[in-house]
């Protein structure tokens, strides 16, 4: 019985070094990450408006503010909103955001984008973070 304790604890030992061990704690973080994205963004898509509304005051004037940042405030929520629902269908597959800032109250001086392509939250990425981008340049 001796002899048979130390094999498994070698092999218990090794599947929890293991890289799957490495990816399935990613693999969780991920999920839980894009859970919480998709909760917020569906439920807070609607303070795109005020916060599009303060932004296009703040840049071009009250008048400007309370028309285009209306209208530009609508458009925002109704993707931020829908987002976060693909997010929350979606969840069990661990992708980067599609909306940046990723929730409303990150960055609230900051425009809102949308990165053009899904990318898993385990992709290494080559290119530039958001947060290193100028404020007035759109995210590529």
Known sequence: MKNMLKPLLILSALLFFSPQAAMAHSYAEGVGDKLAHG???TITGIGEVPKNIILETNQKGLGYG???GLLTGVVHGLGRTLTGAVDLVTFVIPTKPIIYPDYIWKDWDRETHYHPEWKLSTDKSTDKSYQDRPADKPYQ
Do not use: E, R
């Open 39 to 41: 909760l917020a963004n």
């Open 66 to 68: 309370l028309t285009t």
